[in-house]
């Protein structure tokens, strides 16, 4: 059975153990996910309502990325346990001789770049999520405001441990370069994406105290 199929008990056991799959990275995944769904739901109450008959087809639009953005990331569950294999591995290799440890470091840089790519996607996927809830902020159902509020408030943690699960691999790879591209590349996203949740969340707070 996929990961992502458990049920919510027991995905949370599994996590829970000493099991090397899910980590940080699936419970990211999963965040994003329940943050986008969150904004679907809110686009779902907003659709055929008179009131927003002006907002209808943006937030169609919004819905149909959304659903494409949840997809994804759901997917990225089980794909982030898959990457994370071949780093469990590496770690297991002997290291006594020096062909031995050789081996070991190029098949850990491998293995460790691979287990970059899924976080790295969280990191992208959960920012076009992101931007999508400030588009959406001013055009839902204000019945259902608050829902945009914690959709934000999950997608911003999810980047934000997306970055995390990048940071720990790059600060062992030795490619400078790519550690570099992955680091500029990601830190720019998780900056402009946590600026748009606060600025999302301070909306939804001021709605709510009116």
Same mark, same amino acid.
């Given at each position: 059975?996929?990961?992502? %199929? +458990?049920?919510?008990?027991? *995905?949370?056991?599994?996590?829970?153990?000493?099991?090397? #799959?899910?980590?940080?990275?699936?419970?990211?995944?999963? /965040?994003?996910?329940?943050?986008?769904?969150?904004?679907?739901?809110?686009?779902?109450?907003?659709?055929?309502? !008179?009131?927003?008959?002006?907002?209808?087809?943006?937030? !169609?639009?919004?819905? @149909? +990325?959304?659903?494409?953005? @949840?997809?994804? &990331?759901?997917?990225?569950?089980?794909?982030?346990?898959?990457? *994370?294999?071949?780093?469990?591995?590496?770690?297991? &290799?002997?290291?006594? /001789?020096? @062909?031995?440890?050789?081996?070991?470091?190029? /098949?850990?840089?491998?293995?460790?770049?691979?287990?970059?790519?899924?976080?790295? +996607? $969280?990191?992208?996927?959960?920012?076009?999520? $992101? !931007?999508?809830? %400030?588009? &959406? #902020?001013?055009?839902?159902?204000?019945?259902? $405001?608050?829902?945009?509020?914690?959709?934000?408030?999950?997608?911003?943690?999810?980047?934000?441990?997306?970055?995390?699960?990048?940071?720990?691999?790059?600060?062992? $790879?030795?490619? %400078? %370069?790519?550690?570099?591209?992955?680091?500029?590349e990601v830190n720019n996203l998780?900056?402009?994406?946590?600026?748009?949740?606060?600025?999302?969340?301070?909306?939804?707070?001021?709605? &709510?105290?009116?």
């Amino acid at each position: 059975m996929r990961i992502s %199929e +458990k049920t919510c008990v027991d *995905f949370v056991d599994v996590l829970a153990s000493k099991s090397a #799959v899910p980590g940080g990275g699936g419970a990211a995944a999963l /965040t994003g996910a329940i943050g986008i769904a969150l904004g679907s739901m809110v686009c779902n109450l907003t659709i055929g309502k !008179k009131k927003y008959a002006e907002y209808e087809e943006n937030v !169609k639009a919004i819905l @149909e +990325k959304a659903r494409e953005l @949840e997809k994804d &990331l759901i997917n990225m569950i089980d794909e982030d346990a898959e990457c *994370f294999l071949p780093l469990s591995k590496a770690y297991g &290799l002997p290291n006594s /001789t020096e @062909e031995e440890k050789k081996i070991k470091a190029d /098949t850990m840089e491998s293995a460790l770049k691979k287990a970059c790519e899924v976080p790295i +996607k $969280i990191v992208k996927v959960c920012y076009e999520a $992101i !931007k999508l809830h %400030e588009d &959406l #902020v001013d055009k839902g159902s204000r019945l259902a $405001i608050s829902d945009v509020g914690v959709g934000v408030q999950c997608l911003r943690a999810a980047i934000l441990s997306g970055q995390l699960n990048v940071i720990i691999n790059i600060n062992s $790879i030795k490619d %400078e %370069e790519y550690v570099k591209s992955v680091r500029d590349e990601v830190n720019n996203l998780v900056e402009n994406g946590v600026r748009i949740c606060d600025e999302v969340y301070k909306k939804v707070e001021n709605e &709510l105290n009116k």
